[in-house]
């Protein structure tokens, strides 16, 4: 009997270790299992990550792109702003130029029309000063008075 009894607790121990090992296979198994999923789970988000990273490449691409076009743009158009800036001073100047010749032109004109004023007035004061020595000789000294007067004040 008693091995019976040992033997009957042979028998449950070994039925014992076997339900243990039994769950414990069965809990590695869920585990593995769970690990299993997670990974998948964990690739199928890598992929996820991966394309989320080709998009954000794609992305940072196209917007240096529009950036270059953006620059290429705006320099075109500096050069524009630039290139007509140059013409209309470059038109400016011609009109300043032609005025400068135009009055330049009319003051000498001016300038003629005086001398010839003044050589007309010249002539006239000299032929009165021949008829009438005496009383240009007094005009003058009045003046000459005058102006002596005048400087002698200051």
Known sequence: MAQTTSANDVKRDADAAAQEAKHDLSEGARKVENDLRDTASKLADNSGVERLAQRGADIANEAVETGRQYADR?????????????????????????????????????????????????????????????????IAAGVGFLVGLLIARR
């Open 74 to 138: 705006a320099r075109e158009t500096g050069q524009e702003y630039a290139d007509r800036a140059r013409e209309t001073g470059q038109e400016y100047a011609d009109r300043a130029r032609l005025e400068a010749e135009r009055l330049y032109g009319a003051g000498q004109q001016k300038a003629h029309e005086a001398a010839v004023y003044a050589e007309e007035r010249y002539d006239e004061v000299s032929e009165m000063v021949r008829r009438n020595p005496a009383q240009s000789l007094g």
